[in-house]
């Protein structure tokens, strides 16, 4: 069973940090991602790496504020938030391929990754 599990979310005033951590089983994953959802509005790409750590992208509205980072000995995709902001608060998923195979592969399109996780709320009071 593939399976990914995201941890770390919560409450975090403005301007202050958090750390999300995803756990993939099941499968080797390739490039993972990580995305977002604010009540109301569609699913935001925050950031995507690929398994070689060569390659990262970010959404416009993190970049400089967050960085994404793997460890592939523990299956596991980080997502590091600073300066965090209101605008910041939302359901927050672990997204994941298996299927390139490829080191150097990331993607930021929701739709080239088949496995996701629950999600982990983030709220950033102000």
């Known amino acids: 069973q593939v399976q990914l599990v995201e941890s770390g979310g919560g409450l975090v005033q403005a301007g202050g940090s958090l750390r999300l951590s995803c756990t993939g089983s099941?499968?080797?994953?390739?490039?993972m991602g990580w995305f977002r959802q604010a009540p109301g509005m569609g699913r935001e790409f925050v950031a995507s790496?690929?398994?070689?750590?060569?390659?990262?992208y970010y959404g416009d509205s993190v970049k400089d504020r967050f960085t994404i980072s793997r460890d592939n000995a523990k299956n596991t995709v980080y997502l590091q938030m600073s300066n965090l902001e209101p605008e910041d608060t939302a359901v927050y998923y672990c997204?994941?391929?298996?299927?390139?195979?490829?080191?150097?592969?990331?993607?930021?399109?929701?739709?080239?990754?088949?496995?996701w996780g629950q999600g982990t709320q983030v709220t950033v009071s102000s």
């Open positions: 997204a994941g391929e298996t299927r390139s195979g490829s080191l150097r592969y990331v993607t930021s399109r929701e739709e080239n990754y088949p496995y």
């Open positions: 099941g499968r080797t994953f390739y490039s």
């Open positions: 790496i690929s398994r070689s750590f060569a390659m990262t």
